[in-house]
């Protein structure tokens, strides 16, 4: 196996247990609130609070990979949020403020984890090969979310919820060891890759130095950035807000028991990782016949986002456990094809710095996992009404791929 299929392999491992330990409060706040008798604006801030803290590390865990390695960052990250996993239970038996501290320390620890691995990728993937490798990896974002979804509750109904925390949390330390022996930050220092491959890596991955410092004022006002900030910030309002909500969604307005709960609320993720997938495959054919990257980029982007964002308005129109999910399915084969789009578009505009461009975007959009979260919970209190939910997300989604449609570039922009 080549090295960098190891490298890929272990990265789509970390960021599966990065998504079953962010998605097991999603199903446990359901027994959780019933038996601390909590508001939904309660259960909305503890769904949010992770995220500010998510927020906080995110450009120096870039900065530092860029600097330092993303092994190194991705690994001590990950020890850390596996710790608080581990000890939520725990908190919550201590009170509502110490679980609030406890999922701001897994917000710590998991927030170094895409500028990790982004950095990491800069200097092991070829170009021709990034569109799908990065597909891959967030791939495992719905794999993990199904994984949660389905086994969650089964330990719920046959453990406790407290359960889920303790063996959702020990297996970050199984992942390390693996992680720890056999992964490099860079090729250079691989002891036993071939010469081959690392020629080939050298001459083709968009990175190979450490990066440099880069000037607030260079970066703040750059466009390019902005464009890819705000695609990803409007990306994730929808993915945080329903990777938080879509569980008591389905219980509460489509009447889904717990038991049954974990397999419908899977399917749409499972949709997620096959046209995610494809849309990476589609976006590195499409490099590979010379169709301007640009071009890639946006088109890509523009699927995504137009399609997805039809979707969610039309969801309200069905009242069906069928019909509802089969449309939330068709918003993600759109959605699949955004990841030839934005989310490869930092090594286009800065190689050397993809750890820590991701950190900055990464940051803007860790915003909607705390507004986004709580916001939601204020809407069913004040309305009582989940379509207000869905055309709330589909006009951020549209306004995500306007933007990025009018103002993405793939020229180098710092170097």
């Known amino acids: 196996m080549p090295e960098r299929f190891k490298v890929i392999t272990l990265t789509i491992l970390a960021v599966f247990i990065c998504y079953i ?20 604006t309660e259960k909305g801030i503890v769904l949010g609070s992770f995220y500010a803290a998510y927020m906080l590390t995110q450009i120096y865990g870039g900065a530092l990979s860029d600097r330092i390695g993303g092994k190194t960052v991705l690994g001590v990250g990950l020890i850390v949020w596996s710790i608080f996993t581990i000890v939520t239970p725990y908190a919550a038996a201590a009170g509502f403020f110490i679980l609030i501290l406890a999922r701001l320390g897994m917000g710590l620890g998991e927030g170094i984890t895409f500028p990790a691995w982004h950095s990491l990728y800069a200097r092991w993937i070829p170009k021709s090969e990034r569109a799908r490798s990065v597909a891959a990896t967030n791939s495992a974002i719905p794999i993990g979310t199904v994984f949660g979804l389905i086994v ?28 720890n022996k056999y992964v490099t930050s860079s090729p250079k220092d691989s002891k036993t890759i071939s010469k081959e491959e690392l020629d080939y890596i050298t001459n083709n991955a968009p990175a190979s130095d450490p990066g440099d410092t880069l000037p607030f004022k260079k970066w703040i006002t750059n466009r390019p950035l902005w464009a890819i900030a705000v695609a990803h910030f409007c990306n994730n309002y929808t993915l945080f807000v329903f990777l938080s909500w879509l569980p008591t969604f389905i219980n509460e307005k489509l009447g889904v028991e717990l038991a049954a709960l974990g397999f419908i609320a899977m399917i749409p993720h499972l949709v997620s990782f096959v046209f995610t997938n494809v849309g990476g495959y589609f976006a590195d054919n499409l490099v590979k016949r010379g169709v301007n990257l640009l071009t890639v980029r946006k088109l ?21 456990t069928f019909t509802v999910i089969a449309m939330m399915c068709l918003g993600n084969v759109f959605s ?26 990464n940051t803007f959009a860790a915003i ?18 989940w379509d207000m939910v869905f055309y709330v997300t ?12 009018l103002f993405a570039s793939t020229e180098k922009q710092f170097d």
């Open 336 to 361: 699949g094809f955004s990841a030839g789009g934005f989310i490869v578009n930092h090594a286009d505009i800065g190689p050397k710095y993809t750890g820590r461009l991701m950190g900055i975007t």
């Open 394 to 405: 589909a006009g951020v989604t549209f306004f995500g791929g306007l933007f990025y449609l």
């Open 152 to 179: 969650t509750p089964i330990i719920i109904i046959n453990l406790g919820w407290q359960w889920a925390f303790y063996l959702y949390g020990g297996i970050g330390f199984i992942w390390y060891y693996f992680w």
């Open 368 to 385: 909607p996992g705390l507004v986004g979260g709580i916001l939601t919970g204020v809407i069913l209190d004040v309305t009582n009404s």
């Open 21 to 40: 330990d962010r998605v097991v409060i999603s199903l446990t706040i359901i027994p959780m609130g019933a038996e601390l008798g909590w508001t939904q």
């Open 300 to 320: 890509c982007n523009t699927i995504g986002f137009g399609g997805g964002g039809i979707c969610l308005c039309l969801v309200p129109e069905f009242d069906t």
